[in-house]
């Protein structure tokens, strides 16, 4: 596999809000009475095998079926860094996505411990991943005010699903300010998953990136997060209790509320470099506000 992990000088993947298998215009009325034609994201099945052993269905708008698929299985500790993966096969009409490994598998009595997540879409997680999380030590890094400022205000900017139709969540790997990979989908879940799988695919290294999210900071992000290597996560929106409890516990730099000039750190503070005057920092221009986002969820 190729290692493309240090291509900074072009995105790799952004969106792509007119492709016209992801969204549907549908008619409606608005509180005057008048018809309206909005248009929304398609949410579509896929269900997800490893080996012969069915996994899970999750709902999701299947842009990039295989990278969710490998993405999944790493975050939910099922796929391991070293397995040999032999295949990733997809199915359009059946809607099945099956990931085949040298090593034989059998999660049968895990997939009887699972827990819903506070993520929209009902995301799951798994009896073993806190245990998972010991064994795992994160890089040193550093998050620079000016990247974290031109990180957030260029991808405030990109043409997206959700800025076509709302009802999305992205998540954004960087590297610096830079965006090089843009994966969303109607779950936070599932687009950070993306995100692992694009990552697994061409083993990108993961130690000089930044994780960017729309979604809140929950418990599961952080996992996921750490799950990946990533040593630096932020988000536009704010955190919960247990998602900055176990940030500090793996010692994951985490950053929330990030509009405009503003942000808030409460786990990892000693990464942050303060290396631009805030007052040369514009405030979030209101025709870019992505409002509400932090609510939909």
């Known amino acids: 596999m190729d290692r493309i992990g240090d291509r900074s000088d072009r995105a790799i993947i952004m969106p792509h809000p007119q492709d016209a298998r992801l969204t549907e215009r549908i008619i409606g009325i608005d509180q005057t009475g008048d018809t309206v034609e909005a248009t929304v994201p398609v949410e579509r099945a896929l269900t997800l095998y490893l080996n012969a052993q069915e996994i899970v269905t999750m709902m999701t708008i299947n842009d990039y079926p295989e990278y969710l698929a490998l993405g999944y299985l790493l975050n939910q500790n099922m796929l391991k860094p070293d397995d040999v993966v032999t295949g990733v096969e997809y199915d359009d009409d059946l809607q099945v996505a099956v990931v085949r ?23 799951t997680a798994f009896g073993d991943l806190m245990e ?36 999305i969540h992205g998540c954004v790997l960087c590297r610096q ?36 999210t729309t979604g809140r900071l929950t418990s599961e992000m952080t996992i996921k997060t750490v799950r990946m290597g990533i040593p630096i996560l932020v988000s536009r929106s ?22 405009g000039k503003r942000f808030t750190a409460l786990s990892g503070e000693d990464r942050i470099v303060f290396d631009q005057d805030i007052a040369t920092v514009e405030e979030e221009p209101a025709r870019h506000a992505r409002k509400g986002i932090g609510n939909d969820d």
């Open 132 to 167: 998972a999380l010991e064994s795992i030590e994160l890089p040193e890094a550093e998050l620079r005010t000016s990247w974290l400022h031109q990180m957030t205000r260029t991808i405030n900017t990109i043409p997206s699903l959700y800025l076509e139709a709302g009802a």
């Open 101 to 123: 490994t040298e090593r034989n598998t059998n999660y049968e009595q895990k997939l009887k411990k699972r827990t819903l997540t506070s993520g929209c879409a009902q995301g």
């Open 238 to 259: 704010g955190f919960t209790a247990w998602g900055v409890s176990l940030a500090r516990q793996v010692g994951l730099t985490l950053v929330g509320r990030a509009r």
């Open 177 to 212: 300010g830079e965006p090089i990979c843009y994966m969303e989908d109607v779950g936070r879940h599932n687009a950070v998953d993306k995100l692992a799988g694009w990552m697994y695919r061409y083993r990108v290294d993961p130690a000089d990136k930044i994780l960017y």
